[in-house]
């Protein structure tokens, strides 16, 4: 749990863990959370008590976890990485029926390598998480080949 979330978690809160395509993999309550935080990482540990007989946490592995603090709003928060600036907008890359484009978005607070949407993503849309960077080149490339670069 970030340093700054730390005041809104407690025992008995509902986790759902998710992958990065928004798939639930498990849900589950916190059973205690642990009053250190790490002096590396600026995190504190929440312990979840899951049921996980269909095995779909593996150790190791990369998830997502939504604790549902009552506060109501999701924060959606993406890879630093994913948000390039296009034509001096702040923008994320998102799927079409002819590729991808690009959508400007409104940035919040980055930590730890990821970076707060305030608007223009919800929560459950897919964007490109990896590789932003190329395709804003690709799409600068295609630009400056019809003669009128942005």
């Known amino acids: 749990v970030y340093k700054e ?23 589950g309550t916190i059973s205690n959370v642990l009053p250190v935080i790490s002096e590396a990482s600026r995190t504190a540990t929440a312990r979840v008590i899951v049921d996980n007989a269909e095995h779909r946490l593996k150790p190791g592995q ?16 993406v890879p630093s990485d994913a948000i390039v600036s296009v034509e001096d907008r702040m923008s ?10 690009p959508r400007e978005v409104r940035t919040g607070d980055s930590a730890r390598g990821y970076t707060e949407i305030i608007s223009g993503l919800e929560a459950d849309e ?18 400056f080949g019809d003669g009128h670069a942005h």
Do not use: M, N
């Open 5 to 27: 979330d730390l005041g809104k978690v407690s025992e008995g809160q509902t986790v759902t863990f998710q992958q990065e395509d928004g798939r639930v993999l498990a849900e």
């Open 62 to 77: 990369f998830v997502t976890a939504r604790i549902d603090t009552g506060e109501g709003r999701p924060v959606v928060r």
């Open 92 to 101: 994320v890359f998102v799927p079409t029926d002819d590729g991808f484009e």
């Open 126 to 143: 897919a964007f490109v998480a990896e590789g932003a960077f190329t395709l804003k080149a690709q799409l600068e490339k295609d630009a």
